[in-house]
């Protein structure tokens, strides 16, 4: 497993400090913004101006070749996970509310190669932009590497409105048939440029199950994180990033053997260790299971922004059987009713929907009951909507601890969307007044219409895009965006277009 340094400091301001001499001289030190000392012609109550806000840096020209994604953003927090394969020094986060004024700063923390660094930064104010720099020094350098500026956004309180955007599956491992590194590249920057808030991933992005059972390490698996580092970094250095487990992921309970040596530790300890996903707090809640050789799961989450309540659920680790593909030649289920998101999960979820005051509520999983094709085509089925394949209403006799099924509960608290992944399609369904939105994928380069034969209803377009979701006191408005290879655009394929937008009151 991974060592993390986790890291919960305190900010320390820095010093601002600045005099004007009569002959012109300017103050200097380790600031980085020196203040002008002219409070005495400055208007009662005005700040004075600031000169030299970005000091010559000690160099400019080097390069940090490691990543880092954010993660767990509340409303006065955020994590940054640096990581590097072949640099080592210490890291810094300068950062402030303004552009180019950075009046605080997370100390050196050392970096070790290829080891994940948690830095969280405190402190902060709700509600509110900040903009930030890392800095770099390297172990065998005295040059100061510094990245340009980033920004990020603190949770918003109740009444102010925002973006988040999301993906479906993006199968690096899928190349030139579901996978293009360059098209990947394309849909991450443009979302990014829409500055969501955060950044949602609905599974299948760091798919195990194509490793062969005989042969396969810890090494392995964990290589299925990192190469995502590259491609995540692009959008994770200004929106955190939530992940939803998969069913490729195979991090899942049925794998479980007693021992630290089985591919669902390796699998979840990477995730873990790599992509700082939110413990229950007091901004979320979750998961409370410690699993032995992992911990905290942080599998199933849920926290509020702005005036909407996102809940996050996961089958995955709470079924004893494969809910989709197997791994390694286990036993097959017998029944789908054998699928369970569990007692546990159910009675939180269930809470967390009926104690929410929150105007909109969003529900995101990799699919329902983690397997099949189709969006209310599956609805009704097994505990997602009580009926057995045959219609016949078995729900009470196999979920005797449950109240309702999980479709019934979400439309009982007026779930406005239930997103999924996992068809490769992007459709956009309703039942019982829930919408229930499939996702298309990030990296498509044949731009295909899967599994569009699962789907009886609905508005149906093929890869590939993500979709922008911007959340106001009055609606809702969903638009799927399309992204296409420079090579591949024309009439009718224009990157960032919108293929289709509709919106909720």
């Keep these: 497993m991974d060592q993390i340094l986790n890291l919960r400091c305190k900010f320390t301001l820095l ?14 030190g380790s600031s980085p913004a020196a203040l002008a000392d002219n409070s005495a012609s400055s208007p009662s109550g005005a700040s ?52 180019v004024q950075y009046d605080q700063q997370l100390a050196p923390v050392q970096l070790q190669m290829d080891k994940p660094l948690e830095m969280m930064l405190t402190n902060l104010k709700a509600g509110t932009r900040y903009f930030y720099r890392l800095r770099f020094l390297a172990s065998n350098s005295k040059d100061v590497v510094v990245t340009p500026e980033y920004e990020f956004q603190t949770a918003k309180p109740a009444g102010q409105a925002f973006v988040f955007a999301i993906q479906g599956d993006s199968h690096p491992e899928r190349l030139k048939t579901q996978f293009d590194a360059d098209l990947y590249k394309r849909t991450l920057l443009r979302a990014a ?93 979750g998961n409370l299971e410690q699993v032995p050789f992992i911990g905290l799961l942080r599998n199933y989450f849920a926290w509020n922004w702005g005036d909407a309540l996102f809940v996050v659920i996961d089958p995955y ?60 085509e599956l609805a009704k089925l097994w505990e997602w909507g ?51 939105q499939t996702l298309s994928q990030p990296a498509d380069p044949n731009y295909t219409l899967w599994n569009a034969d699962a789907y009886l209803t609905g508005d149906k377009f093929p890869n590939t895009g993500y979709t922008r979701v911007s959340v106001s006191p009055n609606q809702v408005k969903v638009d799927y965006v399309r992204t296409y290879l420079q090579k591949d655009e024309g009439p009718g394929k224009v990157h960032g277009e919108v293929a289709f937008t509709y919106t909720l009151p």
């Design 193 to 285: 440029a829409d500055k969501p808030d955060f950044y949602i991933l609905s599974g299948d992005d760091f798919s195990v199950d194509t490793l062969n059972p005989d042969t396969i390490t810890q090494a392995l698996v964990r290589e299925r994180y990192t190469l995502q580092r590259p491609y995540l970094n692009l959008i994770g250095r200004t929106s955190p990033l939530y992940l939803v487990n998969g069913n490729h992921e195979q991090a899942a309970r049925y794998l479980l053997n007693g021992t630290p040596n089985n591919v669902a530790v390796w699998a979840q300890n990477a995730r873990n260790s790599l992509y700082s996903q939110p413990a229950p707090n007091a901004f979320y809640s």
């Design 386 to 436: 009580g009926e057995s394949q045959n219609g016949q209403l078995d729900f009470a006799g196999q979920r005797p601890n449950w109240t309702t099924p999980i479709h019934q509960l979400m439309a009982a608290n007026k779930v406005s969307i239930f997103f999924q992944g996992h068809d490769h399609i992007w459709v956009r369904q309703k039942l019982d007044g829930v919408t229930y």
């Design 48 to 99: 004075p101006p600031v000169l030299n806000p970005l000091p010559p840096d000690a160099v400019t020209s080097g390069v940090f070749s490691g990543t880092w994604v954010m993660g767990s953003p509340t409303a006065d927090s955020v994590t940054f996970n640096v990581h590097s394969v072949d640099q080592q020094g210490t890291v810094s986060i300068e950062f402030g509310t303004s552009s």
């Design 15 to 28: 010093a601002l400090c600045a005099a004007l001499t009569s002959c012109g001289g300017g103050g200097g």
């Design 317 to 376: 680790w709470e079924s004893p059987v494969a809910v989709d593909n197997q791994f390694g030649g286990t036993v097959k289920r017998l029944s789908m009713w054998d699928v369970t998101h569990g007692d546990a999960q159910y009675n939180w979820l269930k809470r967390t929907l009926e104690q929410s005051k929150a105007k909109y509520k969003f529900v995101f999983a990799h699919h329902v009951m983690g397997t099949g094709r189709g969006g209310i």
